[in-house]
């Protein structure tokens, strides 16, 4: 097996399921040491599933059985005393951070003219305010260690309109402005910061979408456009392996960029 990322410490938000946990495993497959972050309890929005404490214990004793190493959290990305302990308490384990991968993430539908202010602030402060939350704190090592790499974790719907998706297309759309005014700013220190923009991901938050809205996983992720290539939906490892090679030396020169992995969705 190639170590491709041995002894690189990787931070991901949102690692309990979905596309975090599935990165996590990925990185530590290439002999990374995890850090994983997750609220890792369901909050007061949107009612569906989120991670819990098992998972990310659950994914620490995988990660730990295959003779890797990692640290999990509890915290929500909103909450700026547990980011810091987790960044610090990363800090003194290993000395640094060298990916951070902002994936924590919500999403729910709502109408313009009756979506409460709740509904707003959730996922906006989730979404787009954690990302910079948690980069505030890991940024300061990564400018100190002179390099790293940040990749944000947005949809195609950083891209483009979605109907009833306001507040999550707002969210998505300011993850994107933020990655290329980061990649600006932290390019002198050898930080290199990347969008990645998903179509529909066969995860949690689609099933908790589907129970909320009284469809089928399936139909939610038709719900934007149907995909050009014919899969109803990519699974979290696709993802994941678009992140491990962005964060690679293959990509070296690529900086403040948008990923799509969108099966051709975008281009209709
Ligand atoms: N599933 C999709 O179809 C899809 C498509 C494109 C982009 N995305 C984006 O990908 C990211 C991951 O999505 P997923 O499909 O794996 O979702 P998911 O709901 O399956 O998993 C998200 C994880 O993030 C955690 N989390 C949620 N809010 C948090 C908070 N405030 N603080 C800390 N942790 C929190 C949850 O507990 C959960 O473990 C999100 O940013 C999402 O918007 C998802």
């Known amino acids: 097996m190639s170590q491709e990322f041995k002894e690189k410490v990787v931070l991901i938000t949102g690692a309990a399921h979905g596309q975090g946990r599935a990165t996590a495993l990925a990185f530590a497959r290439e002999g990374a040491i995890v850090v994983g972050f997750d609220v890792a309890k369901k909050i007061e929005y949107p ?35 547990a980011i810091t302990y987790a960044v ?26 009756t979506l409460s202010d709740e509904a707003w602030d959730a996922m906006i402060d989730i979404n787009l305010k954690g990302p910079f939350m948690v980069t ?21 719907m950083g891209l483009r309109g979605g109907n009833r998706l306001s507040h999550y297309v707002a969210s998505k759309w300011g993850l994107t402005g933020l ?3 980061w990649a600006i700013e932290l390019a002198p220190y050898n930080i290199r910061v990347l969008s990645i923009h998903p179509t529909g991901v066969n995860t949690p938050m689609n099933d908790g979408l589907a129970a909320m809205e009284g469809a089928t996983p399936q139909e939610i992720a038709e719900r934007s456009a149907p995909n050009l290539i014919d899969v109803p939906w990519l699974e979290p490892q696709d993802v994941a392996d678009s992140v491990l090679f962005l964060a690679s030396d293959k990509a070296k020169y690529m900086t403040g960029s948008q990923h799509v992995l969108d099966a051709g969705l975008l281009t209709q």
């Open 136 to 156: 505030r704190r890991v940024s300061k090592y990564m400018k100190q260690q002179k390099s790293g790499v940040i990749i944000n974790n947005s949809s195609v």
């Open 88 to 113: 610090e308490s990363a800090i003194s384990a290993f000395g640094h951070i060298d990916i951070l991968f902002n994936n924590a993430g919500i999403c729910a539908y709502g109408e313009v003219d």
């Open 47 to 81: 009612a569906y599933d989120f991670g819990t404490n098992d998972e990310l214990d659950s994914l620490k004793a995988e990660i730990e059985a295959s003779g890797g190493q990692a640290l999990v959290f509890v915290g929500d990305v909103r909450d700026d005393q």
């Open 179 to 181: 990655t290329k005014s």
